[in-house]
């Protein structure tokens, strides 16, 4: 992170009253005063920050009574994380439709108060299904950004996968905490839910797990927003679909959308005249908005290393093959297995 990231860092989590995001951040800046041997100004910081003085007892008080992020009893790791984000709905790049519809679970939860005199509840489980790197988990960043609340972020196969027999008590603890605040959840890698199809024994755990949560999410009475994101929407039966309050695909792009892409990517460095969009959009069937991005971005490093200070098509051209080809092998690979 750089200076000014953590700075940022520091005043979101005030302002959203995060208190293990700020001491997380507060630390991480005295760390690097001292990497850089401040060795006064550190010392004077964490004196700041841990004082016990009766003067500053608001911030410990604060600390105190900040909900601890629950943790995995037998190992101790943190099942969930707090992040903040900050980014604009411009830099989504989705079809109107989709777009519209993400928008109008925006619009809900911000007049809440209005529907809630029609007795109506905004959207509060929402789904997200589609291909990898199409924009499931941007689209929830992005909606953080708007709505400037921080995403309690949990990986669900990282509760799921590491300890099935605590997974019940994990998930009980994650909605525990979340039922305590307004949030925008995300329940990432939901696709544990269609992986380990074949093996019957973790089947069954899993089916159990699966049913554990929609039966947490069914008694969910909180405030918060709770997304879930999956690549594996065909292996999702009707009884899960109808948990949740709206549905979300997402699609691979496009030609004319690979387009609009490329250039956005493109965008911090200087571009040389023989960029041809329309070409980069027709070789990347298939390719999703992360792929492009990869794809640009290796080619920006591409033209800074060879000391150019703008992106030709070459640079491009190197990055798109070199990509292709990598896929192709993966492929293979696959079907090899
Ligand atoms: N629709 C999009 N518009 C703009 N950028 C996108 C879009 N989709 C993906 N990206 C870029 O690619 C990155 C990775 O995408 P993201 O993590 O949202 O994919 P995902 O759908 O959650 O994939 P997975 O199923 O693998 O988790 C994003 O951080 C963003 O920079
Ligand atoms: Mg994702």
Redesign the pocket.
Known sequence: MTHNDLIKQLILSFNSNDNEAFLSAAREYIEREKRMKHTQVAKELEKALFDKSPSISYSERRFKDAQPIPRDSEKGFPLLEIKHYDDSWE????PQTIKEQLNQIVREFKDADILATYNLSYKKKILLC??????????VQIISSLLNIPIVYVRFDAIISSYLGETASNLRKVFDYIEQGTWIVLF??FDIIGKNRDDIHEHGEIKRVVNNFLQMLDNFSGTSMIFA?T?HQNMLDSAIWRRFDDVVY?DL?NEATRQI?FE?YMKPIKRENDIDLKALARRSEKL???DI?MITEEAIKLAIINSHNSLSMANLSIALDKFIKREKVKDNMLEDE
Do not use: H, Q, V, W
């Open positions: 830099n989504l790049i989705l589609g291909k990898p790197g199409t924009g499931k988990t941007f689209s990432d890698e994101a690549n997402y792009p892409l956005r999703s908005p992360s991005k």
